[in-house]
């Protein structure tokens, strides 16, 4: 466990899937661009953390509560997400300003899961420092910032989702890298540990 690093991810639809995963595939065949392609499709709710010894099925148990209650949530596509890192596509806001559901089960997951997070965990400052802004990346760790208008313009051809969606799917996974201190996109590989169906 000590070696694992875990996470709480939004699955889109197929639809939405078929469509980055071409992206990803496309971006490693063109650019070399590997570390997208090595998760799910998906939006980050709760990134990367380091979990301390506690038994796993008490902190499944708090999940489990928090999406008992949740509704499925409307998500809009709002272009691009760029920084240092990558490039993704933007589902942060709704109707144009922050989506209020999306918040708020990002706030609840991070406090279910918060008293399970190691006090060494390599990850805390990224995803907890940083203000939310929940995305579905297209490429990242591995793309040079200076290649970002260059891959920005191949994208313009790609057939990107754009059409809302209902948030419905959520996901909780165990990753696995022979080198978390380092490049850990070269080895990583993960573990499908639990699945949430949303209904209205």
């Not at 690093?5 to 980055?20: C, G, H, N």
């Not at 272009?79 to 089960?105: E, F, H, K, T």
């Not at 706030?107 to 939310?132: N, W």
């Amino acid at each position: 466990m000590s070696d694992s690093r875990f996470a709480v991810y939004l699955i889109p639809p197929y639809r939405v899937a078929q469509a980055v995963a071409e992206v990803h595939r496309l971006l490693r065949k063109q650019f070399g661009f590997i570390a997208a392609e090595r998760f799910q499709v998906h939006a980050t709710i709760k990134g990367f953390f380091k979990k301390t010894p506690s038994p796993l099925d008490e902190l499944e148990a708090r999940l489990d509560a928090v999406f008992a209650g949740q509704p499925p949530i409307p998500i809009e596509f709002s272009g691009y997400r760029c920084n240092p890192v990558g490039i993704g596509l933007d589902v942060s806001r709704l109707n144009g300003d922050v989506n209020p559901g999306l918040m708020a089960l990002r706030e609840q997951v991070v406090d279910a899961v918060r008293p399970f997070i190691a006090a060494d965990c390599d990850f805390v400052a990224r995803d907890l420092g940083d203000p939310f802004r929940a995305h579905i990346t297209l490429a990242f760790r591995d793309i040079p910032p200076e290649m970002q208008p260059e891959v920005l313009a191949y994208l313009e051809q790609a057939t990107l989702p754009s059409e809302p969606f209902l948030a419905d799917t959520f996901h909780f996974l165990q990753f696995r890298s022979q080198d978390w201190s380092g490049a850990w996109q070269k080895t990583l590989t993960w573990q499908l540990l639990r699945s949430w169906w949303l209904k209205e």
